[in-house]
């Protein structure tokens, strides 16, 4: 079928699903990014068990996929009574895995920041949460914005695992034009067209808030 | 526990294992013949080079893949979804590989490069006695990264339908209903798996240190 | 850094090859049925989760009214029913599985449409089938007009006939697809879906194994079915004695065989031979 015809037609649906995808990569990318520092949190407050804690946490999440999360809370939950729809569950489970992934890269940046400042924080009368909020989590995070912007490529990249969950979103979409119409290369070519530019608008993004930040 | 249910999610960790395996292997060989590409003369070979990178590393494995089973049959070639995973596996593990390889090459220091180059040594050896040892201990690490996401990344086969331990949990799931004990045990061999290279990884790091590998010491 | 141009230059030359070669090579080929009686060995594509067509038993056999018949075909090609190769796919990976050539023929509760026949040639139907509504019983679902309302959901499969009748029978509902049919199961099982549309055996087989959470609603949706073996277009030898075999099993002289296959999944004779020809 010609190319430019198929685009024609089945263009707007591609956006809704383009939009599904959008979305729910943001709302993720938030989520794990909240729940990272959570985590760095613990790991730093908690003493040496909460540190542990988050250790074995992270490596049950580095070495496990993502697709099992996803099947777990998605079938599993509404059998113990927390019938969750598609969406929230696909996220909660990229949110637990990319949260695992964050922590460990503010875990990296936390090094960078000079002692110094923890006993000068202390010197002025900070309490230690206003210490992490004020002083050590803005320079975290700065320092992070190159491997933030890696890992959110990577979860963008898994919301197409959510098509296995039902959600209707570019992979998805790409499967039911191509039942529909049977046209699998056009079908494909447009969604991985489409990731290419997602991904390639994350990257620029990244690099401009990068080099805005690194200005201050 | 289903009866029979470790016994077959132990096979599909195997042949999980084994997709991993050959995907390692196959994607080490393209991702050498890629870095080569990568250091080429020819600026329109570099380019070729960095857009298989970025096609490879901008799109999910799971459309990849959906990609190459679903409109391969238009080549004519008899993919199943075995050969369909594999190569996609393939291609993206080279990718991946050739981008470690890359950076291992560009992390060499000048003086090195230098010091080899005054010593005279013909582009072989070269390669052979400087070059690889220095880059193979810079990128040990990334490269046991990316066999442990390669392990992680053949679940996603399991949608094209290569029988392996994703697709073998589901499918118990789908006739017994345990799903938290089936998808537990699942998670438990990947674990085991993953865990299991990145530590193998690590000793086989401090075991080439303190062989003196490359010029270093432990 | 790459220009913008020269980037894009590449991958639009790199997707017009693929595209290019989307257009597939034509020319005269030998036919399937020369390829398998010379392998000695028939392939066979198949879904793995509609029972009681296809799908695994407890120890993890593939078994199944489906496969049986998959086994009769091989017993007429090579006289023994052992010479099969079944791939197991999801619904979407049946053509992929015909058109490249990996699979012989395929079977697996496959449901002969018009739409469908575009991409595949069907022989005449093996068995009658038509199209079950699976509903859970705690969610009070009572005829399909009971379904068509926005708090209920249906469970799909992943072809445009189940997104048809859904427009069709109950355009309110809220719809879920699935690429296999035991993942539909298991989302009406876990809560996620009300009820799912699958062929009427599965639906009775499933509802028979779940007798306090599910029924099957009374009716078919639409009317009543043909599934057949399917297989790659074009190839008249091939089709021509893959419905010759059918015919036989059905109306001729394999219809002994036939029966003791149908008996023995559905507990009862299959329709007569002949209508003249009672039972």
């Keep these: 079928m010609n190319f430019g015809r198929w685009v024609a037609i089945y263009g707007p649906t591609y956006l809704t699903a383009l939009g599904w995808t959008a979305v729910t990569a943001v709302g993720a990318a938030c989520g794990a990014l909240i729940w990272g520092c959570a985590l760095l949190l613990i790991r730093l407050s908690a003493g040496r068990w909460g540190a542990r804690g988050v250790d074995a946490y992270v490596q049950l999440f580095r070495n496990t996929p993502v697709l099992l999360p996803i099947y777990l809370i998605y079938f599993a939950f509404p059998m113990i009574g927390l019938p969750w729809p598609a969406v929230v569950c696909g996220g909660l489970a990229l949110i637990l895995q990319n949260g695992a992934y964050i922590s460990e890269i503010l875990r990296g940046s936390v090094n960078a920041i000079d002692r110094v400042q923890f006993d000068a924080a202390r010197s002025i009368g900070l309490a230690p949460w206003s210490t992490f909020r004020k002083v050590v989590l803005p320079q975290v995070l700065v320092y992070s914005i190159p491997a933030l912007g890696n890992q959110t490529v990577l979860l963008l990249k898994d919301t197409s695992l959510l098509s296995a969950i039902s959600i209707t979103e570019l992979t998805m979409q790409a499967k039911l034009l191509t039942e529909q119409t049977g046209a699998a290369y056009e079908a494909f070519i447009v969604v991985a067209l489409l990731y290419l530019l997602l991904v390639s608008g994350t990257e620029v993004l990244f690099r401009v808030t990068h080099r805005a930040v690194r200005w201050r | 526990m289903p009866p029979g249910s470790l016994a077959l999610l132990a096979q599909g960790a195997a042949v999980s294992l084994l997709l991993a395996a050959v995907a390692i292997v196959g994607g080490t060989l393209l991702a050498v013949l890629l870095a080569a590409l990568a250091f080429s003369r020819f600026a329109v070979v570099r380019a070729a080079y960095r857009v298989y990178v970025y096609v490879v590393r901008g799109t999910p494995l799971l459309v990849l893949a959906l990609l190459v089973f679903y409109a391969m049959p238009a080549l004519d070639l008899r993919t199943g979804p075995y050969i369909a995973g594999t190569l996609v596996l393939i291609v993206y593990t080279g990718a991946l590989l050739a981008e470690v390889f890359r950076g291992g090459v560009l992390a060499i220091p000048r003086p090195q490069w230098e010091s080899a180059r005054s010593l005279g040594l013909p582009p072989v050896p070269l390669f052979r006695k400087i070059v690889a040892p220095l880059v193979t201990r810079y990128t040990l690490p990334p490269y046991v990264n990316v066999c442990v996401m390669t392990v992680k990344a053949s679940s996603v086969l399991s949608i094209i339908s290569v029988w392996e331990l994703t697709l073998a949990a589901r499918e118990i799931i789908e006739r017994t209903f345990a799903v938290f004990t089936i998808l537990g045990l699942a998670a438990a061999f990947y674990f085991v798996m993953c865990f299991g290279i990145d530590r193998l990884g690590r000793l086989f790091e401090r075991h080439l240190a303190l062989k003196g590998f490359a010029g270093e010491r432990a | ?279």
């Design chain 3, 1 to 279: 850094m790459l220009t913008l141009r020269s980037r894009h230059v590449v991958t639009a030359a790199f997707v017009a090859i693929l595209l290019a070669a989307g257009s597939p090579a034509g020319g005269q080929e030998k036919s399937r049925m020369d390829v398998v009686l010379d392998r000695g060995k028939l392939i066979v594509v198949t879904l793995t989760t509609v029972p009681p067509f296809a799908f695994n038993d407890d120890k993890g056999q593939l078994v199944g009214f489906d496969i049986d018949i998959a086994r009769l075909v091989a017993t007429a090609l090579f006289k023994d029913p052992n010479k099969v190769e079944f791939v197991s796919v999801s619904a979407e990976g049946r053509w992929p599985a015909i058109e490249s050539g990996r699979a012989d023929m395929g079977v697996g509760g496959t449901t002969t449409y018009p739409d469908r026949a575009i991409r595949v040639a069907f022989t005449r139907p093996f068995i009658d089938s038509g199209i079950s509504v699976l509903v859970s019983k705690k969610s009070g679902i009572k005829s399909v007009k009971d379904l068509d309302q926005d708090k209920y959901t249906i469970a799909n499969l992943n072809n445009p006939q189940m997104a048809d009748r859904a427009k069709r029978f109950f355009p309110k509902t809220k719809i879920l697809t699935f690429d296999t049919p035991s993942a539909q199961f298991l989302a009406v099982k876990s809560g996620r879906a009300n009820a799912l549309q699958i062929d009427t055996p599965s639906a009775e087989y499933w509802a028979a194994q779940n007798k306090d959470e599910m029924e099957v609603l009374s009716g078919l949706l639409g009317a009543s079915q043909n599934n057949g073996i399917f297989l790659k277009p074009g190839d008249f030898k091939w089709w021509l004695w893959l419905d010759t075999a059918v015919a036989e099993m059905r109306t001729g002289s394999w219809y002994p065989q036939y029966s003791e296959i149908y008996q023995k999944w559905f507990g009862k004779n299959p329709p007569p031979q002949k209508f003249y020809l009672q039972q």
